[in-house]
């Protein structure tokens, strides 16, 4: 019998909707709860719908902490949230500190892909090893980057930014304003948009919808599906020539293409220097890994020290 | 009085010599000697000059062992070296362990630009830094890369070479075979064939010799020295985006010209996310680096154990 001895909630903050878990360090989770966030009703609420939820779920357990992930940073100038565009009621707020306050237990806030990287690396697909990079293409492409079985967080919060590395200079115009980033070409959002702009076609499509009109025939959908192959191999390629990890964790809607696990590997090779043996892997926790990736950070936290 | 405890022979095996030196754990050289490479005569000979050194520069001294940089890499899957264009020679051969065995003593090999990061981060500009990224920028464009002051080597031995990160998806052909590296915009070799194409010049420039024409009002020299900065300067952000180390150490001839220390710095906040404050230091050691760097693969190693 295994026993647990530590508990922490994990909370996964989103756009839509603030998920949270108790779970242990083990990766069990005990209690699920969700509430919508509401970011247009501004931030005291979201706050105080978080501090509910804390204590929803670790009634009757001993918590050693709450860890949250957001689409965002937090900037340690400041200790404030930043680049969190699909939370703006949040940006500028100094979310640690005050839910400490509040909440009187240790708080750990990361960036949502750090936090799926974490998830995956103590609970995942990338259990076996320790220098990892979590690449999780959704709406957007974030990242993030386990060295020596360490979350590697750099000097501002912006490590693991992976999805706005240039891979052509001055190509497409990008979300965050800048141009020929790789979240341009190869998030589900950009990859919609390229499809629409080269088949003229109006509705939004899915890479799982693109692979079906690939296999139909349509010979847009083919280009677009070759091209995104291509450079997101060429991408995970600059990462290699860089960091040369032992394997990366897959995350994210456009993950569940795939086609992804077959193409990448063979093309790889044709961008790296010498040879890789970095493993792809697909991310195993699905729609857990936010709130156990969150989790993850109380456990990784609290037993470095 | 500080009473050095420690010493180590570190050598620099370049394509036109091999360079020596008798050195302790506080970067103090006590012997130098060179010899030239010779590489078309063949290995055999490179290895027993590498002998020759170590015996002569070790005379009367206890050492800990032996460090080599050398252009190249050593892969780690049958342990010969490869990626050597300058030494072919060495190609496919078995360094460390012909020299362990015929030395009787610990021998550690790694890439040159490795070497530089180790002496840079251990004796020279970075002493103060435990996250840095050293980029080396003359013939071609190497890196290397210490996290929480330990060399990052990767799985295969490939970490750090960031010369071949890709920033121009298909763009220019680069010596390694692929198309669109920043070593093919940016080194000093390309700088040079950029400058020679726009001008429809014939003599081969210097970066030194570039900024005097540009400062002379030679409008392709200033057209070349501006994207040249600002190609610098996407590359040092894509590196941001991913490991936001706390400094950058330019060496190699390439960074004699002090406009890049001037003008990358202005050019990064353009392509990061959010911002940087990742320093941009010269190298310090100069000549130096190379050897001094191969000691330290001594130090560093056996200090680990």
């Known amino acids: 019998m295994v026993i647990s001895l530590s508990y922490a909630v994990g909370i996964d903050l989103g756009g839509?909707?603030?998920?949270?878990?108790?779970?242990?360090?083990?990766?069990?989770v005990y209690n699920r709860l969700r509430v919508l966030t509401e970011d247009k009703k501004g931030s005291k609420q979201i706050i105080d719908k978080i501090i509910k939820l804390v204590k929803d779920l670790s009634k009757?357990?001993?918590?050693?902490?709450?860890?949250?992930?957001?689409?965002g940073n937090i900037d340690r100038r400041t200790n404030k949230v930043h680049n969190a565009?699909?939370?703006p009621s949040l940006d500028g707020v100094k979310l640690i500190e005050i839910l400490k306050r509040r909440l009187k237990t240790p708080v750990f806030v990361e960036n949502d892909a750090n936090c799926l990287a974490l998830s995956e690396a103590m609970f995942g697909a990338a259990k076996k090893y320790r220098n990892i990079v979590a690449v999780?293409?959704?709406?957007?492409?974030?990242?993030?980057?386990?060295?020596?079985?360490?979350?590697?967080?750099?000097?501002?919060?912006i490590a693991g930014e992976i999805g706005h590395m240039k891979i052509i200079m001055g190509g497409r115009k990008c979300s965050c304003?800048?141009?020929g980033c790789l979240e341009a070409y190869v998030s589900g959002t950009a990859i919609d948009k390229r499809y629409r702009e080269l088949s003229k076609t109006k509705g939004h499509v899915t890479v799982t919808e693109l692979s079906r009109r690939a296999r139909k025939g349509d010979a847009a959908a083919k280009k677009i599906l070759d091209e995104t192959y291509e450079i997101i191999a060429l991408g995970l390629s600059n990462i290699i020539n860089v960091l040369d990890p032992e394997v990366f964790v897959i995350g994210g809607g456009v993950s569940n293409n795939?086609?992804?696990?077959?193409?990448?590997?063979?093309?790889?090779?044709?961008?790296?220097?010498?040879?890789?043996?970095?493993?792809?892997?697909?991310?195993?926790?699905?729609d857990s890994s936010g709130v156990l990736g969150a989790a993850s950070l109380v456990f990784s936290?609290?037993?470095?020290?």
């Open 16 to 28: 839509t909707k603030i998920e949270g878990v108790l779970a242990d360090d083990k990766g069990k």
């Open 258 to 286: 795939d086609g992804i696990f077959r193409e990448i590997p063979k093309r790889i090779a044709k961008y790296v220097l010498g040879y890789s043996d970095a493993k792809i892997l697909k991310a195993k926790l699905g």
């Open 85 to 87: 565009p699909n939370n």
């Open 136 to 157: 999780v293409i959704g709406t957007g492409l974030g990242g993030g980057i386990i060295i020596d079985g360490k979350l590697h967080q750099g000097v501002t919060p």
């Open 301 to 305: 936290n609290l037993s470095k020290k």
């Open 177 to 179: 304003g800048q141009a």
């Open 60 to 71: 009757g357990y001993k918590i050693l902490g709450v860890g949250i992930g957001i689409p």
